[in-house]
C-alpha cells in the first residue's frame, strides 16, 4: 500500500494542482470506458470517433467539447470523465446483450493472434525496420503456447508442490488481471504487451511437458493426448479470425495516412502527394484520403508558387479541383463532423490562397463549429479577420456578420488562450 503510495500521490498531487481535478492518474477513465465499451465501437479497439481528433494535443479537449456540447454546460475534466461513464451505462442498462457481445469480440481480440492497430502496428514498421522482418515468433505463436499452459495448469496445479504452485498461481492471477483491465477498456497490441509477461512463461512450461511426454513413449501417451487437446483448444482460441480479411489492409492504409500527413507538416510535399494518391485509389470511398489528397494536391501547387513559378491558369484549376473535392466531403451529411471540419480547413487553406479572403474566413469559422477550442485554427481564423478588416469595405450585412465574427474570435481567445499573439492585431484591425 505505502509502494502504491509512493507512486501515485505526485501524481495526485500534480493533477490537482495544474488541473484543479483530483486524479490518481489520468481524468481519462471515463473516455476509456466509453470509447471501448460503446456499441459505435462494436470492437473496443482504438478508433477516432465522429467528434474526436485521433491526436494526443486534441483528444481530451474534443472529448471534453462534445460533453458539454450534450450537456448543455461546461465541464471540467473530472466531470468530463464522470458524464461519458454515465453514458456508458445507460447505454449498458438498455441494451445489456450488445455490450456483452462488445466485451467478448474484446476477450477474443486481445487473446488472438491478429496484432490490433493503435499507435503501434508491427507490420507497418516492420517496412521500416529491418529485424521486425525477421521470423520471431509472435503472440500467434507465444499466446497460443501460453494459453494452452494456462488450461493444464488449471486441471495439474494440485499435482505441483507448494513453491511450483504459489508461482502459478501468481502468473495466472496477474494475467486474469491484467487481461481484465483490457477487456473493459479498449485493446491493442500495445495494450496486450505487458500480458507476454505472465503468459510466456506457461508457453515454456507448457512446451517442456509436451517434449517430455513425447519422449515417455507409450507408458503416457494419454498424458500427451491431454496436453495436445488443451494445445488444440488454445489454437483455435487464438488464431480464429475475428476481423475480415481486409482489416490489415485497413490498417496499413491508416498508418499510411498519418505517415502523409507527417510528411506534408513537414515540408515533404512530393512523397506526401504520391502516398495520398495511392491511398485514394484503393480507398475512393473514405472522406479522409479525400481531404488528404486535396490537402497535397493543393501543397504541391503552393510549393511550386514559392519556388518562383509563374501563376498561370493551370494552377488556377487545380486549385479549384481540389475545392471541388472538399466541397463533396463537407456538403455530405453522412461523413463524420470530424472530416467536414478537416475540409473546410483545407477549403479555407486554397481560397487564402486564391485570394478568396472572405470565403477562407468563412470556412474557418465551419472547422472550428467542430473545435472552437484549436489553437491553431483560432490563430489562423484571427489573421484571417485582420486581413478581412484591413482589406474591406463590407456593405452594412457584411460589416455586421464581420463584428459578430471578430467579438466571438476575440471571445474565444480571452477563453482559450492566445499563445500565438494574435489578439493585438485583430483588435487594432478592429478599431
Known amino acids: 500500500a505505502l509502494g502504491v503510495a509512493l507512486v501515485l500521490a505526485p501524481v495526485a498531487v500534480r493533477n490537482q494542482a495544474v488541473g484543479g481535478v483530483f486524479a490518481l492518474t489520468t481524468s481519462g477513465a471515463g473516455t476509456n470506458l466509453f470509447g471501448g465499451n460503446t456499441l459505435e465501437n462494436p ?55 450488445a455490450h456483452a457481445r462488445v466485451l467478448w469480440n474484446k476477450f477474443r481480440l486481445t487473446l488472438g493472434a491478429y496484432e490490433v492497430a493503435d499507435n503501434r502496428f508491427l507490420p507497418w514498421e516492420a517496412r521500416f525496420v529491418r529485424v521486425l522482418r525477421a521470423p520471431l515468433p509472435g ?57 507476454l509477461v505472465a503468459v510466456a512463461p506457461f508457453a515454456g512450461w507448457y512446451a517442456a511437458r509436451v517434449v517430455d511426454a513425447a519422449r515417455s513413449g507409450g507408458s503416457r501417451a494419454a498424458r500427451l493426448g491431454g496436453l495436445l487437446a488443451a494445445g488444440s483448444v488454445a489454437a483455435v482460441l487464438v488464431h480464429a479470425p475475428v476481423f475480415d480479411a481486409g482489416q490489415r489492409a485497413r490498417d496499413l492504409a491508416e498508418r499510411d495516412h498519418n505517415l502523409a500527413v507527417e510528411l506534408l507538416a513537414t515540408g515533404e510535399v512530393t512523397e506526401a502527394a504520391a502516398l495520398a494518391a495511392t491511398l485514394r485509389a484503393d480507398f475512393p470511398n473514405s472522406a479522409r484520403l479525400v481531404v488528404l ?21 493551370g494552377h488556377q484549376e487545380a486549385l479549384r479541383a481540389c475545392l471541388r473535392d472538399l466541397r463533396a466531403v463537407f456538403d455530405d451529411a453522412d461523413v463524420a463532423p470530424r472530416e467536414r471540419a478537416r475540409a473546410a480547413g483545407v477549403a479555407a487553406r486554397i481560397q487564402e490562397g486564391l485570394g478568396q479572403t472572405a470565403r477562407a474566413e468563412r470556412q474557418l469559422r465551419r472547422a472550428r463549429e467542430f473545435a472552437p477550442a484549436d489553437a491553431d485554427l483560432l490563430a489562423t481564423h484571427a489573421r484571417l479577420l485582420t486581413l478581412r478588416l484591413a482589406a474591406e469595405a463590407p456593405g452594412a450585412d457584411d460589416a455586421a456578420d464581420l463584428r459578430a465574427a471578430v467579438d466571438a474570435v476575440l471571445a474565444d481567445l480571452a477563453r482559450y488562450g492566445d499563445p500565438q499573439g494574435v489578439a493585438a ?5 478592429r478599431r
Open 293 to 313: 489528397d486535396a490537402a497535397a494536391r493543393a501543397e504541391m501547387v503552393f510549393a511550386e508558387l514559392e519556388r518562383g513559378a509563374p501563376r498561370t491558369a
Open 425 to 429: 492585431d485583430l483588435n487594432a484591425a
Open 43 to 97: 470492437y473496443g479497439v482504438a478508433t477516432e470517433f465522429p467528434w474526436v481528433r485521433g491526436v494526443p494535443d486534441h483528444e481530451a479537449t474534443d472529448w471534453r467539447v462534445e460533453a458539454e456540447r450534450r450537456s448543455g454546460r461546461e465541464l471540467d475534466a473530472g466531470e468530463t470523465s464522470r458524464f461519458w461513464t454515465r453514458e456508458l451505462f445507460a447505454s449498458m442498462r438498455a441494451q445489456p446483450a
Open 139 to 195: 503472440w500467434g505463436v507465444t499466446g497460443a503456447l501460453g494459453v494452452a499452459g494456462m488450461l493444464v495448469w488449471v486441471v495439474s496445479r494440485r499435482r505441483a508442490d507448494a513453491a511450483t504452485r504459489a508461482a502459478g498461481d501468481r502468473l495466472a492471477v496477474l494475467f486474469v488481471l491484467y487481461l481484465g483491465t483490457i477487456v473493459l477498456t479498449v485493446t491493442s497490441m500495445r495494450a496486450r504487451l505487458p500480458l
